[in-house]
């Protein structure tokens, strides 16, 4: 049966008609276009332009699509095992040396584990250290071990990084090249394995720094990163067949902001802001756009779309992504519950 | 041990001396210092840039010089006298060490100092980031060592036997630590706030090369360089260096009240004079 994604699961055995277990988890629907492991072939194909690049990895080749850039370029990898401090502090020397590396694990390992490493040696001083992790947000259903729910708010006080939120395989692929150019840190958020394609059809080209309109519409500013975008264009989908105009505007890099066109796009009178992000509501992409209107004089009203405050819970990811809000059926519902002003205690 | 040794040895020794009260003047200026960290590596510090590594002052970016990580930062004062004794940048400029604007502070920065080859300050960091630079001598084809000196308390830090196994790993023989073995760190003596020994055998059992000395007899220092490998595959080779946390200053041997302080008045000369007239044997009476 092909499952109908704006569908909540009506029982506990809803969760059956998921095909995914909870660590196997693609964020893909069943029908939607995929690539496989854009990252890893994205780096392949900038590691042939730039000789400087190399891959390193703490025992997460596999499982953060590196094991195809280890296949394909196999003395330019460094399988550092399983050791987070070591891997960032390898990289740190090896950038101080002329390289670029690209340095893997899960999001939960670089930003709670191994900070200190990633401030001290790469960020301080500047290096061109790509810091690409698997596993951000909730994007796992192996409970607080892995779900990185919190490393936005961990890494953006973080000075000199820049931090990249990508929404598909089409960004990912554009991005790869892009953080190999830029000059510094970088901390890019990955999607791995089959990852959705769902830019192309938006003519969007991604670049550091640039946040974009992807829809325009009338009532509603949704402000989404990450994998939040393809759900904020579904739920806007959703939301013009019953006449609710959404705009939707994606914002990949976390940091630096792209004020000018958030507050360009926010300040236009007459549509609220809401802000969707694969995250907890503290710390990342909501409260840095809540903080930059709220300096520039927004007065209307503004919501967030987000993980809650609290150590989330173990399961199948599409049955967690109901639970928490983030599918592209509970965001529409969440924005047309609050434009009714039929939400009792909007978080 | 050699004549050839010896002879170096005092050669290093008498161009050394200046800088022992050189780390006295910096931290005077700073208002306080780590003056006992520095203090024991005083005569490795010597040893490596007067007469050990592959350097040239006029070129700090030579890409096949020895590189040298200071993973105990907390030592910069003893690493900048010599760096400007040997020509890498004014000796004036430290005059306004620590203070705001200058280049120089407590501990090294990579981006203001000539000869300084990577940032240091929060331990632990050293010996991965001397890792990467090993592996990058390598891909590079390049012969370059990679030297890291490390404090004997920061061996407590998970991250430094991270490194010590990669290390082993990667069979990378052009790697060397240098412990200054100096028994303090903050709390105590090491052995009673967590315990390093057998340091030696911790390391061998890694994979390295070990050897352990007296840190602070240029000959037996000397002895010990000459004895490393030059860069390749194999072990990488660590110096264990026996030494006294505060040596040379009476007051501040083995005393965990110096680890961060400061000389004033009548001490500051009393100081000066016991460091002008060499290292005295030393009394075996702890001050811990």
């Known amino acids: ?347 | 041990m050699t004549g050839a040794v010896g002879e170096r040895g005092h050669n290093v020794s008498r161009a050394f001396l200046a800088d022992r009260a050189m780390f006295v003047r910096l931290a005077r200026i700073c208002g306080a210092g780590h003056y006992s960290s520095t203090f024991s590596a005083a005569e490795l510090f010597a040893s490596l840039y007067y007469a050990h590594l592959k350097l040239d002052p006029r070129d700090p970016k030579w890409p096949d010089r020895d590189r040298f990580v200071l993973s105990k930062g907390h030592a910069a004062i003893g690493l900048y006298p010599i760096l400007a004794h040997l020509g890498y940048f004014p000796p004036e400029l430290l005059d306004n060490f620590t203070r705001l604007g200058s280049a120089f502070g407590d501990h090294p920065n990579m981006k203001h100092i000539p000869g300084i080859d990577f940032s240091s300050g929060s331990l632990g960091h050293g010996l991965s980031i001397a890792v990467g630079m090993a592996l990058s001598a390598r891909v590079q084809k390049r012969d370059y060592r990679v030297y890291c000196m490390l404090g004997d308390g920061e061996l407590a830090e998970g991250q430094i036997w991270e490194a010590a196994m990669s290390a082993g790993h990667y069979k990378l023989q052009g790697l060397i630590a240098i412990v200054d073995r100096n028994q303090l760190c903050i709390d105590g003596r090491t052995e009673d706030v967590m315990a390093i020994e057998p340091v030696e055998e911790r390391f061998r059992s890694f994979g390295w090369e070990a050897q352990r000395i007296d840190g602070h007899d240029f000959d037996s220092i000397l002895a010990a360089l000459g004895r490393l490998k030059p860069a390749g595959t194999g072990r990488p080779q660590v110096i264990i260096a026996d030494t006294i946390k505060g040596r040379g200053v009476r007051r501040m041997e083995l005393s965990l009240q110096w680890h961060v302080a400061n000389l004033a008045g009548d001490d500051y000369a009393d100081a000066e004079a016991e460091i002008r007239a060499g290292l005295q044997p030393y009394r075996e009476k702890a001050h811990v």
Request: glycine content about 8%; hydrophobic content about 45%.
């Open chain 1, 1 to 347: 049966m092909k499952r109908d994604k704006y569908k909540r699961p009506q029982t506990a055995s809803g969760a059956a008609r998921l095909k995914t277990s909870a660590m196997i988890a693609s964020i893909a629907d069943d029908d939607q276009p995929v690539k496989t492991a854009p990252f890893g072939h994205s780096l392949v194909e900038a590691a042939l332009a730039r000789p400087e690049i190399v891959g390193m990895s703490a025992d997460l080749a596999k499982y953060t699509d590196l094991h195809i850039f280890a296949q394909a370029c196999p003395d330019r990898f460094y399988q550092m095992g399983m050791a987070e401090q070591l891997l960032m502090g390898a990289a740190a020397g090896m950038a101080r040396e002329g390289f670029v590396p690209f340095a893997t694990t899960y999001a939960v390992f670089a930003s709670r584990r191994a900070y200190d490493f990633i401030c001290m040696a790469i960020a301080e001083e500047n290096l061109n250290v790509k810091i690409v992790c698997a596993l951000p947000g909730l994007t796992t259903g192996y409970g607080p071990s892995h779900q990185a729910t919190e490393d936005l708010a961990i890494f953006r006080g973080l000075p000199n990084l820049t931090i990249i939120d990508p929404c598909d395989a089409l960004e990912i692929e554009q991005a790869v090249p892009a953080i190999a150019d830029h000059q510094g840190p970088v901390y890019m958020r990955l999607l791995r394995g089959k990852v959705p394609l769902v830019l192309d059809r938006y003519g969007y080209r991604f670049e550091i720094g640039k946040a974009r309109i992807l829809v325009d519409g009338a009532d509603i500013l949704l402000i989404a990163s990450g994998l939040m975008t393809m759900r904020a264009l579904e739920a806007a989908e959703q939301l013009a067949q019953q006449g609710i105009r959404v705009a939707v505007l994606h914002v990949s890099t976390i940091k630096p902001l792209d004020r000018e066109t958030i507050l360009a796009e926010a300040l236009k009178p007459g549509r609220p802001v809401i802000v969707a992000e694969n995250h907890t509501v503290i710390g990342g992409l909501g409260e840095a756009v809540a903080a930059l209107l709220l300096r520039h004089g927004f007065s209307g009203r503004f919501r967030q779309i987000g993980l809650p405050d609290e150590f989330l819970d173990a399961g199948a990811l599409p049955t967690l992504h109901e639970r928490y809000g983030l599918s592209a059926a509970r965001v529409a519902d969440t924005i047309r519950t609050w434009l009714g002003g039929r939400e009792r205690r909007p978080s």
